[in-house]
Structure formats: C-alpha cells, structure tokens
C-alpha cells in the first residue's frame, strides 16, 4: 500500500496521510481549513516498512482503511513548570 504524506502550512509538526495523491475528499472539511494547505512531503510505501518513527504503522492502516485518513499531530509539549512543581512537593512529603 502506497501512501501519501503532507505536512500541514499552519500547525508544526502536523501530517496528514491519504491514500491517493492531492485526494483530500475524505478529509472532513473543518480539519483541511485548520490544516491549510498541504505540502507533499513523499511517498511512502507501508508494505516495506517495519517501523515508522512516531506512527503507529497498525493505527495508521486501520484508520486509513476506515477514514480514508490519517492525522499525526506531535507530541504533547511538555510543562516543565508542572513538573518542577509536582517535584517540589515530592521532596517535601
């Protein structure tokens, strides 16, 4: 299976994923406005591929073969003021 990867002109480190080239028709309308413009990224094909980074290659499959798509959106940013706080409290209980 062949797919098609582009990154989103408004969001970092956003990519969709579609299985024919420059089809956005299953993406719903309100995702592809707050995506913006989609800049092709490459081609990938899943069947030579073991590992995909930070997609899930089973979660990507399954929601492309029932959506028509695949949304990555990165990683929760980290609050390193929570965390110094939560540490904090550790050290003093």
């Not at 990938?44 to 959106?73: A, I, T, W």
Request: proline share 8%.
């Amino acid at each position: 299976m062949l797919v098609y990867v582009y990154k989103s002109s408004r969001k970092a480190d956003t990519y969709l994923y579609v299985l024919k080239r420059d089809d956005f028709s299953p993406v719903p309308e309100a995702l592809m406005t707050t995506f913006g413009h989609p800049n092709f990224v490459m081609i990938l094909p899943l069947s030579k591929r073991d590992h995909l980074g930070v997609v899930d290659k089973q979660k990507l499959s399954n929601e492309l073969n029932d959506k028509g798509f695949y949304l990555q959106l990165p990683p929760p940013t980290e609050n390193l003021l929570k965390q110094h706080v939560q540490q904090q409290n550790d050290k003093h209980r």
